[in-house]
């Protein structure tokens, strides 16, 4: 087997000869970004050739002659020969400290849409319980007294332990008199005892919520005993380096052991932010008795190794949308192994459960006459229109735009992000403010639209997105067909280079916010209803938390309809999870809700490529559907 050595990281194992380069360096521990899937289409896990022979010929198309003849290749295309190999492997722009620490995420949503305290019933309790010390001839086993003394408070249901509470047992029941604490979960007819402690441990009893989305994940760990929110932990979903959105990382996972790779990367990403998260507040992982787990059918079929080709085949299939219960040690998640994992309910292959938990921060849980429509920005775009007469939902693809990822200087809403722009309209040059007041490291989604909108408003771009070139500013750099806006020279950055905005990460905003408000146009037509109609409209996703409406409604990423109609919640997928993980009063109400909902599958509507064309404008090609816009 040829011996693969990779530079500067000195890294080097010995594979099979016709392995791909990209998974030689993946189980070599090298990170390389596949963004496109390992499809070859996207050109970014560029590598070069220091030694060695291979076959590059299927990098031609992508790259120039040029660049191939000089040793640079594409890693996913590139197949291993017999002799040994030295690659060097450009220095990726990163995504370490990207990353925000979060807070309590409940100021986001309105008070009166929250479980209120009388429906705090989590899944998994603690209950303090004296079991009587053995007697001499009672002919009871200590499983059969701890279950006597159970089945006293809760009635006479078969109460089933693991091997791993059994082993424990005779130590806790004797340990402090026979008084113990026993974590439980109450199914319909049985109790399931998860954990037994010895004394009186009910006052520490803990659980997670998590959003696995597309871009980032977010841990949130929560006091079960009064429902507080102690902590929260964002980062990069590390599947980001095998494919940016949901198809390129369906394309990723054709092969085995890449599904199993995918699934890994998830687990590891929010293993490590629960050791963050419980090691910032002195939670050891094994009092975690609870998790809620929210995302799109995809993630969560990655997350859990599950095929998930037919997501994005004709007629569009997953394996389910309803998961079972499952315990933390089938998931893979580092916790009481027991514990049991819920998942939110997912409606169709593009509405997962994500969606099912934001509407949980929404009136459209609620029984009203009122008709209300939340969009969930992210790097899916995902909606749901309804009262308590009917709920119609809808999915369309927004890219990663929104969330700085496909964005040549983007990044996430993290410290060092450009969030906020204004240019001035006789010289085009900007005055920009970022997340924590230091030099800027790159620009975030809401940055973005800042820009656009303020580009468009002093007339430096135009309704296309083309910057303009026949006024002289210091901020325009035009080269060859394309334009760039400068934001950040160099001395300015927080970078080793210049922070900038080109003319296709321009248009990469422009089709992400076409996508939405076309699927909000093409869901309300099939509705029935004009956008005057609504009564209020949602803002959910991480991303949303830090939209302004104002720039939103310029660049015509949203409806111009009146601002107090507006509503924030944040990333409502994790908010949504924190409801259902303190309340299965509010799980219940979600799973009715899901099954509630109608499907529209925008691929299979011929009007939805019109609706989306037309939106391909600043703000739109119909100046009548923005009249507060001025030109």
């Known amino acids: 087997m040829p011996l693969i050595t990779f530079r500067p990281s000195g890294k080097s194992i010995e594979v099979p000869s016709n392995t791909e380069l990209l998974d030689a360096a993946r189980q070599a521990g090298v990170e390389i970004d596949a963004p496109c899937g390992g499809k070859g289409t996207c050109g970014k896990c560029l590598v070069r050739i220091l030694d060695g022979h291979v076959d590059s010929s299927s990098s031609l198309g992508v790259l120039s002659a040029d660049a191939v003849a000089a040793g640079h290749v594409l890693a996913c295309r590139t197949r291993l020969g017999a002799e040994p190999l030295t690659v060097e492997v450009p220095e990726a722009s990163g995504r370490e400290g990207m990353r925000i620490a979060g807070g309590d995420e409940t100021a986001l949503v309105r008070g009166e849409l929250l479980p209120r305290k009388w429906e705090y019933e989590p899944m998994a309790m603690k209950w303090l319980v004296r079991v009587p010390l053995p007697q001499l001839g009672d002919g009871l086993s200590d499983l059969d007294r701890l279950t006597r003394s159970i089945q006293h408070d809760w009635g ?18 004797r340990a402090e008199q026979g008084l113990v604490t026993t974590t439980l979960i109450r199914s319909s007819n049985e109790i399931h005892l998860i954990r037994v402690e010895p004394g009186d441990q009910t006052v520490r009893h803990y659980g997670i ?63 490590r932010l629960l050791r963050q998260v419980t090691q910032e507040h002195t939670v050891a992982p094994d009092e975690i008795s609870n998790a809620v787990i929210s995302g799109n059918t995809t993630m969560l079929h990655l997350l859990l190794g599950l095929n998930p080709e037919y997501i994005r085949l004709d007629p569009y299939t997953p394996t389910l949308h309803e998961t079972p219960y499952l315990t933390a040690v089938e998931v893979g998640l580092e916790i009481n192994p027991e514990s049991w994992v819920c998942f939110s309910p997912c409606v169709g292959s593009y509405v997962g459960g994500d969606i099912t938990a934001g509407m949980l921060c929404t009136d459209l849980a609620t029984e009203t006459e009122q008709i209300n429509l939340f969009i969930d920005i992210g790097t899916n775009g ?23 990822a496909g964005i040549e200087c983007g990044m996430r809403a993290a410290i060092g992000a450009i969030e906020w722009v204004e240019v001035d309209a006789a010289t085009g040059l900007p005055h920009y403010w970022t997340i924590g007041g230091g030099k800027p490291k790159g620009i975030c989604g809401s940055g973005m639209i800042a820009l656009l909108a303020d580009l468009l408003r002093t007339g430096w771009i135009d309704a296309s997105g083309k910057l303009d070139r026949t006024r002289p500013s210091h901020a325009i750099r035009v080269q ?58 949602y803002i959910g996703g991480g991303f949303g938390r830090f939209l302004n409406i104002e720039k939103a409604i310029v660049i015509g990423l949203v409806p111009d309809l009146p601002r107090e109609k507006f509503h924030y919640v944040g990333n409502s997928s994790l908010m949504g999870s924190y409801i259902v993980l303190v309340s299965q009063e509010y799980h219940r109400r979600q799973l009715v809700l899901a099954r509630r909902m109608t499907y529209i599958d925008l691929s299979s509507d011929p009007t939805y490529m019109d609706q989306y064309t037309a939106a391909l404008f600043l703000p739109h090609t119909d100046r009548n559907l923005f009249p507060s816009v001025t030109p």
């Open 156 to 173: 006479p249901q078969p109460v089933l332990p693991p091997l791993s509470v059994l082993r424990v047992l005779t130590h806790a029941l």
């Open 209 to 271: 919520a998590v959003d696995v989305g597309t871009t980032t994940i977010a841990v949130q760990l929560v006091d079960l005993t009064s429902a507080t929110i102690l902590g929260t932990r964002s980062d990069y979903n590390e599947q980001v380096a095998c494919g940016l959105d949901v198809i390129s990382r369906i394309n990723y996972a054709r092969r085995p052991e890449r599904l199993e790779e995918l699934r890994t990367r998830a687990l590891h990403t929010i293993n």
């Open 382 to 404: 995902e909606l749901v229109i309804g009262n308590r007469d009917f709920l119609m939902t809808c999915a369309c693809s927004a890219g990663p735009a929104f969330e700085g």
């Open 480 to 537: 060859g067909r394309h334009a760039y806006y400068l934001l950040a020279p160099l001395h300015e950055s927080g970078m080793d280079h210049a922070i900038q905005v080109s003319e296709i990460d321009i248009e990469n905003i422009i089709r992400a916010k076409a996508a939405i408000y076309a699927a909000c146009a093409l869901l309300l037509q099939h509705a029935g209803i004009a956008f005057t109609d609504l009564a209020n409209i």
